[in-house]
């Protein structure tokens, strides 16, 4: 297999509506920053490989069509990929193989969401023949699933308050974030209404518009540039209504992390990985994932977060750049894990860089907590 | 890089309306199909792949229910595009080039009858200038069809001539939706519904679905004594603005020509995703395919499963090889409006 390396990486700033810019001009704006980062020019890109959630989040059916020219793709393949939630990972998993599979040198990939073109609840909230309407949106899906989490393991309430606070504070070192909340601690976010038990207004992530870019090429074709490079990465899928299936520690998530670590010869992954980049929509989602990831025991994720391990200058700091819960535009936001694990180890994370990082993972779930994409970066090829 | 081949292939009999039956129901028995045909089951598939669109289900993230069509448990290698399914068989070829996987299951599905077709394939124009005019997707076709005639790239004969070929083709393949012969005074006595495209010049609404199986040089011959390779495949996009297209030519598919080396082969059969009559003649004079068997299971005239109908032109392609010892196919799959995203892909049997 060939490697490949992660040379760019481009975002949009995250807002609630980005009424500055059409669809095309948000996707142009990451790809415009991926492509100075990595200091490339259009005729380098051999492929580019679109992602984003459902088409109904802007009324576009299968927008590579319209935006064909907006990302450079016009002469060139192009592929969208749409795995739900997960979608970002996915597709930088997919570019990724684009470059592996050695049929391409260089490709370009970009996700987006403009959720203020529709309203993603609604969107969420499919009416289907023959079954009952839930209208939950995501946060009503995944509460169940959070509850019996806390019906399991007894952590104290506050841990989901700890996670939303921890994370809009990262957020205050990133300017991109949508969410800047000055002086957001437990209190302020304990305080906020009950959306979903036992999730509070502050525990949920917002509604973004936004995009994210990178290139991503050959080993052969790095030169002399900052490299993250990409030493395992995965998906996995398992059916929505599986016999058997532990909608809270997933076997898809289990399942891909172990693919992952086994590619990178990780034994360890808290020792090993300095740093992750996790997909927490909901705060409690933080504990879940440190388990299903194996960064702990069964039942331990929470005391990580209780002890401030998954803090900025915790021993295994978890969503420098704010995470989910300060931005989320969907179809991006897997790939904003992707690519900020990628910038830690370039050392490009500015105010949120984690020190001397060189192991960084990035993490995109989706659908009823049954898509799954990771990867492994790393600063050293070797 | 690993070679690949397409070993399996199945389709599910192309239907006008196939009511309560629903998405699910149509992908599993294909996928069964497809299983048996080759002695396997989804433990022996490394990566699976499904394109469809959301729109035709009427609810965001439709594809997941796609999936309990197959086994999912332990936890698969799975990917999604919501592009036709011969994109997904791309996105598979390329795992198994990386040495992801050895084999690869690709599926595509759609239901056109429960919805408005015109108005789903309007939203994919751009959503500002566009789309808020509801172009639909026969207008946007007779577009092209109106230039190719004016230049006289094509002719009206050679459009009926296409219908009335179709569906003589179609009386061959048992899963095809329209059968009837139609003769030359039936055609013109059709009305037209966007000059100049009549009614039998546009394709069926339909409901379907198919699966395919490919594997690595590797496994290959654990399944077949006889895989039909692909030797090449390529595609490209072109402008989403209509006006900066010369309708007239297609610049993706003069690139296939070119990257797969296409004027050196002596191609058997070919089998297009031609939506509208006058998209035949047009590529098969691009694709100098003049003198060779083309659509011979009818093409999308007779049966056109949104997102399936490109996988189903490289299906019919390796079933032509495969059961006529033929040795070399070429099948198209397109995207968009006017045939705004091509792919070629160059199949062939090794002696």
Known sequence: MIQAGVIGVGQTNYDSKRRDVSMAGLVREAIDKAMLAADIEWDAVDAVILGKAPDMFEGVVMPELYLADAIGAVGKPVLRVHTAGSVGGSTAVIAASHVCSGQFKTVLTVTFEKQSESNATWALSPRYPYSPHINAGAGGYFAPFIREYIRRHKPPEHIGWKVAAKDRQNALKNPLAHLQIPGIDEKMVSDTPMLWEPLRYLESCPSSDGACAMVITSKDTVGPRKVAWIKGMAVRSEGTLSAGRDEVNPQGGIDCAKDIYQQAGILNPREEIDCAEIYVPFSWYEPMWLENLGFCELGEGWKLTEQGATALNGDMPINMSGGVLSSNPIGASGMIRFGEAALQVMGLAEDHQIKDAKIAMGHAYGGAAQFFAMWIVSSSPD | ?351
């Open chain 2, 1 to 351: 890089m690993k070679k690949v081949a397409v070993v399996g292939y199945a389709q599910h009999k192309i239907l006008p309306n196939a009511g309560a039956l629903n998405e699910v129901e149509l992908i599993m028995p294909v996928v069964h199909k497809v299983f048996k045909d080759l002695g396997i089951s989804q433990d022996d598939i490394g990566f699976t792949c499904s394109g469809s669109c959301d729109y035709l289900q009427g609810a965001a993230f439709a594809f997941v229910e796609g999936l309990s069509a197959i086994q999912t448990s332990p936890p698969i290698k799975e990917s999604h595009v919501e592009m036709d399914a011969a994109w997904a068989l791309y996105e598979s070829m390329l795992k198994i080039k990386m040495g992801d996987a050895d084999t690869a299951l690709i599926y595509g599905f759609g239901k056109s009858s429960p919805g408005n077709l015109d108005s789903i394939i309007s939203l994919q124009m751009d959503p500002y200038y566009i789309s808020p005019l509801w172009p639909d997707r026969i207008s946007l076709a007779a577009l092209q069809a109106q230039i190719l005639l004016q230049k006289k790239i094509i002719t009206h004969d050679e459009m009926m001539a296409t219908v009335i070929e179709a569906r003589n083709n179609a009386a061959n393949n048992p899963n095809a939706l329209l059968t009837d012969d139609i003769s030359e005074d039936l055609y013109r006595a059709d009305s037209l519904i966007s000059s100049p495209l009549r009614g039998f010049d546009c394709p069926p609404i339909s409901d379907g679905a198919s699966a395919m199986v490919i594997a690595s040089e590797d496994k290959a011959f654990d399944f077949t004594d006889n895989p039909i390779w692909i030797e090449g495949i390529d595609h490209s996009i072109e402008s989403s603005n209509l006006g900066s297209r010369d309708l007239a030519t297609s610049p993706t598919i003069q690139t296939a020509i070119d990257n797969l080396k296409l004027e050196n082969i002596n191609f058997d059969v070919a089998e297009l995703h031609t939506q509208f009559s006058h998209e035949v003649p047009f590529l098969r004079k691009l694709l100098n395919l003049s003198n060779i068997p083309t659509n011979l299971s009818g093409g999308p005239l007779v049966g056109n499963v949104m997102m399936c109908a490109g996988l189903d032109a490289i299906g019919k392609t390796f079933q032509s090889l495969a059961n006529d010892q033929l040795d070399h196919g070429l099948a198209h799959a397109s995207s968009g409006p006017c045939l705004q995203h091509n792919m070629v892909v160059h199949l062939e049997r090794h002696k």
